[in-house]
């Protein structure tokens, strides 16, 4: 079956800090790779999403950056983080894009930037 | 994506049924349903999705009305660990913007044991 991995869990990082969080997929192959980020009591913004190694399409102007350097690996980057950048990151995974196609996520890294 | 609409909070007793209603009047044609639910400090779990027809599998059933105006999420047995907040979103399949999830406030389901 498939699983999905995010770490780390939980992060506090300063203001102007840079950042990286990993998340991995096992147990498929070329799946469409997403980052979320959860903002205390809002919903889900789609920050980045992937069908394929190299190629990030952005959803949303930002500090953030995200890589695919494999099928199954998303990285999601920043240089210097802001206070704004505080939330709680989501990865997830779908087969391909589409309606029909439900998304399967993470357990989510909780970012905190003093 | 058109609206769904979701009383705010549930409360069942464990080992009964659960049905979480949503409602959705403004449902297009290529619109999926959608169901997801979310564990404190957890990320969303997939639970069950169909178009026009009632579907099951291990985790729940939806039934989905012959209008398509309204849907409802069938737990069979409620657990305690079904405590969670269970979002009802639509997803329109003629759209090219069907990557995004869109969740609204959903409902907050209490299991009292």
């Known amino acids: 079956s498939q699983t999905i991995h995010q770490w780390p869990a939980t992060l506090v990082q300063p203001v102007g800090s840079p950042l990286s969080l990993e998340c991995t997929v096992e147990?498929?192959?070329?799946?469409?790779l997403y980052w979320y980020r959860q903002a205390a009591g809002r919903g889900l913004q789609l920050l980045f999403y992937?069908?394929?190694?190299?190629?990030i399409s952005s959803e949303v102007p930002q500090n953030l950056s995200a890589s695919r350097p494999q099928d199954r690996q998303f990285i999601l980057s920043s240089k210097k983080l802001l206070l704004s950048d505080s939330g709680f990151y989501l990865c997830?995974?779908?087969?391909?894009?589409?309606?029909?196609?439900?998304?399967?996520f993470g357990d989510g890294t909780r970012l905190s930037i003093l | 994506d058109a609206k769904t609409t979701q009383p705010n909070s549930m409360e069942s007793n464990e080992e009964e049924p659960v049905h979480l209603p949503c409602n959705h009047s403004?449902?297009?044609?290529?619109?999926?349903i959608h169901w997801y639910r979310q564990l404190p400090s957890q990320g969303p779990e997939y639970v069950i999705h169909?178009?026009?027809s009632n579907v099951n599998n291990r985790m729940a059933s939806l039934a989905i009305a012959e209008d398509r105006k309204s849907s409802t999420l069938i737990l069979h047995r409620a657990t305690l660990r079904d405590a969670a907040v269970y979002y009802c979103?639509?997803?329109?399949?003629?759209?090219?913007?069907?990557?995004?999830?869109?969740f609204g406030s959903g409902t907050q389901l209490t299991v009292l044991p």
């Open positions: 147990g498929t192959s070329n799946p469409n």
């Open positions: 997830a995974w779908s087969g391909m894009i589409g309606a029909n196609q439900p998304q399967h």
């Open positions: 403004t449902i297009s044609g290529t619109d999926y």
């Open positions: 992937s069908v394929g190694i190299g190629q």
């Open positions: 169909g178009l026009t």
């Open positions: 979103i639509l997803r329109d399949g003629a759209s090219g913007s069907a990557r995004q999830l869109t």
